[in-house]
């Protein structure tokens, strides 16, 4: 039997629990407030409302609803094993609205003009996934303006 140690001293990747509750309770159609206040410590209702003010140009609305699925998401991968460095696998689903919230929390910094953030945001998802980085199109919104 051959085991297979990390050479690269890394941190495992971190994997959230299931969140199936909002992700069935949004795909039903309920209003995403309500998904996020009956579910207020899991990211996917955050990032959805995030991602629906930035739609409608609600930049300030979007970076509250995105800083705090960030918030919940950070609390929740700190709970699962996450020392604030290490993997955030995208094709992990529960991971995703935490790595949205995120993406939402890197774009609306990018619209209200906060570059700092915006900087360190972009890196923070690539550094969680580059994946995440790709599907969630973080080049459109991480270069300077």
């Known amino acids: 039997m051959t085991t297979h140690q990390n050479l690269l001293n890394s941190p495992p990747p ?3 629990p299931d969140d199936s ?3 069935d309770a949004i795909a039903a159609g309920a209003p ?9 410590a899991q990211c996917l209702a955050w990032a959805a409302l995030a ?3 930035l739609e409608a140009g609600n930049d300030i609305e979007a970076y509250a609803y995105a800083r ?17 460095h290490g993997p955030v696998p995208w094709s992990h689903l529960p ?7 995120l993406a939402a929390l890197g774009r609306s910094a990018a619209a209200i ?7 360190r945001i972009a890196k ?3 550094d969680c996934d580059p994946e995440a980085a790709s599907a969630l199109n973080v080049l459109s919104w991480a270069v300077q303006r």
């Not at 991971?95 to 919230?101: D, E, K, V």
């Open 68 to 84: 705090t699925g960030y918030h919940r998401g950070l609390d929740a991968l700190r709970r699962n094993g996450w020392k604030g």
């Open 51 to 53: 991602e629906r003010a």
């Open 21 to 23: 509750v909002s992700r």
């Open 95 to 101: 991971n995703q609205g935490f790595l949205r919230a």
């Open 124 to 126: 923070f998802v690539a």
């Open 14 to 16: 971190t994997l959230l």
């Open 113 to 119: 003009g906060e570059d700092e953030e915006r900087e």
């Open 32 to 40: 995403l407030e309500n998904v996020a206040a009956a579910n207020p």
